[in-house]
């Protein structure tokens, strides 16, 4: 009899080890499941918006650079991995022992989920044509470097901005607001270099790089984020413009 209730007790205990360790796995199953259903969701949707709803706008509209600029990007890029950058527009140029180029470029990453992202890219070609990259800064969308400081006249830390008042690198209807909303606007004279984010509201934000002159009577040429909002009815007008700190997105 005790050696009966002895047996009995060993199932019982075996019974109730088998049961945990089912549910164990059982729960390692679901959670597996769960991530694996995430992901799916994630890479259906594409691109993830950065925080505070703002998205990379995904398309160079025109590049604008001149032939002696790109030829330097291209062979800079060669040894780059991980990132294809495009081209979108030379910003400026800067003049020492050869050449630094600053390009506006999209980033997009070789990834099974690529992401796209839109930097400031630094290009040094010496003397001989040899090119590499210097520095490239991502623009977080979400953390704009700015400045409150007026540089020398037609100088930025040393580069002499490129100006490209007749390249507007926008799509139509971006383009069409931005004239909208340039007729009251007064201070800076304003070209459009390219729209690096878009933000859905009752509306549409956009945020547009541009090249711009201080109307003063030393004019002043910078870079510039401008914040555009399009409401629903057609009507366009800027809310935020703010200069680019340059010796921020050269380190």
């Not at 506006?104 to 990834?111: E, F, I, M, P, R």
């Not at 044509?129 to 953390?143: H, M, P, Q, R």
């Amino acid at each position: 009899m005790k050696k009966m209730k002895l047996c009995i007790a060993i199932a019982l205990s075996a019974s109730m080890l088998l049961l945990a360790a089912c549910g164990k796995k059982q729960e390692t199953t679901t959670a597996t499941e769960t991530t694996t259903e995430a992901q799916v969701t994630e890479s259906q949707e594409g691109e993830i918006p950065n925080a505070g709803g703002w998205s990379a706008y995904s398309e160079v509209i025109t590049p604008v650079y001149t032939d002696d600029a790109k030829k330097a990007f291209d062979k800079a890029m060669e040894e780059l991995v991980g990132v294809t950058y495009e081209p979108a527009a030379l910003l400026a140029t800067q003049i020492v022992s050869g050449t630094n180029y600053m390009f506006l470029a999209k980033g997009t990453t070789v990834t099974a989920q690529p992401k796209i992202g839109w930097y400031f890219v630094e290009i040094y070609q010496d003397l001989e044509g040899n090119a590499s990259v210097t520095t490239i800064n991502e623009i977080d969308l979400t953390d704009l470097k700015t400045t409150q400081d007026v540089p020398d006249a037609n100088l930025v830390g040393g580069w002499e901005i490129t100006p490209v008042s007749n390249a507007i690198v926008l799509s139509q209807d971006i383009n069409s607001a931005f004239a909208k909303a340039s007729e009251n606007y007064v201070g800076v004279t304003l070209n459009p270099v390219a729209t690096i984010g878009t933000q859905v509201v009752s509306g549409t934000n956009c945020l547009i790089l541009c090249q711009g002159t201080m109307v003063t009577a030393n004019p002043v040429d910078s870079l510039y984020f401008v914040t555009m909002y399009m409401d629903l009815q057609g009507g366009a007008k800027f809310t935020d413009v703010q200069m680019v700190d340059m010796a921020e997105y050269t380190k």
